[in-house]
């Protein structure tokens, strides 16, 4: 994700496409190894041509100016230690630091304020006082807010996403990947019993629909913890409306190790795929802007808390990518079906004659 000339491919054909690229480099270095030199040579020279062809595109790209700077938007990033995010004991410390980091990006003059996943200590469409605060907070500093908290409805409890303006909650999206073993037990009916293994396991509801916020300041979509790994799920936000995208987290599970990086990484592809800019505001880190080119512009560090404010430039066309979705990947299936269909073929005429 950081050789920006080579995936600026993306925009055409997704994650897939930098992928074969990467395989068809490694293929030809296996096949000067087993090849007879004819056919190791043709094969160096057509994925030359493909490495040549990759990185042309990317530095044209590259070199085109990037959209103008649309709104400012903040974000928050308490560093709250996953052992204390949860404990009651703890909860009114919590929110105190999420609002006296939102009270520092007043002076930025923000359009737009992100709180990281489930920032909210308590179940907020429940507690009206907090809504109450959180809604006289967005009126002080003359900005909307974007927070996470668990919600309950009914008997379904929901990992969500809330716009809280100065009259109070203007929106929700339901979070709809849900992580297997960390938010609900898969066939649960069969193996529900590994619940009892750990007491972080919770047993949530996942949404029905990929929903985007109108605004302000635009209309923007939100990808709560893993969801920016599915290329599919994030491409339903941008067609549905998304002109910038947010992901919130919490990615203290992982604590310092590489998880946080790597969990970072895979955003500049989506930011490439449509060329929009995303936004990531994670409890403990790694809180980023990433511009739609995949440059990671501004970055806030591991177990550091603060705020990041900056300008976000709005996405305004549609890529390749955005249109026909996993092309690259499904033709890939097809030819390699192909080759197996006539490789079969082959063999059974061998064997008649």
Known sequence: YQRLPVIQIAELGGVHAVSLVLVAVNCALAGGLTLRWRGAVAGAAAVGAVLAATVGFGAWRLAQPLPEPG?????VQPSIEQPLKFEPAHAEETLA????????????????????????????????????????????????LVVGSIDVEGQAIRNAAFLVT??????????????????????????GFVRGWAEFIADLEPGSHAAVFPGPPAPFGVVIC????????YR??????????????????????????????????????????????????????????????????????????????????????????????????????????????????????
């Open 71 to 75: 709104p400012t938007i903040a974000i």
């Open 97 to 144: 630091i999420h609002l006296a980091l939102t009270r520092r990006t007043a002076e930025e003059r923000p359009d737009l304020v992100v709180w990281p996943e489930t920032a909210v200590p308590t179940v907020l469409r429940r507690d009206r006082g907090l809504v109450a605060t959180l809604a006289g907070l967005a009126g002080e500093i003359g900005a909307p």
């Open 166 to 191: 100065r009259d109070g909650l203007a929106g929700r999206y339901d979070k709809i990947h849900l992580v297997p073993f960390g938010e609900f037990v898969p066939l649960s009916e069969v193996i």
């Open 226 to 233: 893993y969801e920016g790994i599915f290329p599919d799920l």
């Open 236 to 353: 339903e936000f941008v067609r549905n409306g998304a002109r910038v995208m947010i992901n919130m987290t919490n990615d203290a599970w992982f604590g310092r190790t590489s998880g946080p990086e790597q969990h970072l990484g895979m955003y500049p592809l989506r930011a490439v795929e449509h060329r929009t800019a995303v936004v990531r505001a994670a409890n403990t880190g790694v809180s980023a802007f990433i511009a739609p080119t995949g440059q990671i512009v501004r970055r806030h560090g591991l177990f550091n808390r603060g705020v990041l404010v900056d300008r976000v430039p709005l996405r305004e066309g549609v890529t390749l990518f955005t249109r026909l979705g996993d092309w690259v990947a499904w033709s890939a299936m097809g030819l390699a079906a192909a080759s197996l269909g006539a490789a079969a073929r082959g063999r059974a005429r061998c064997s008649a004659s």
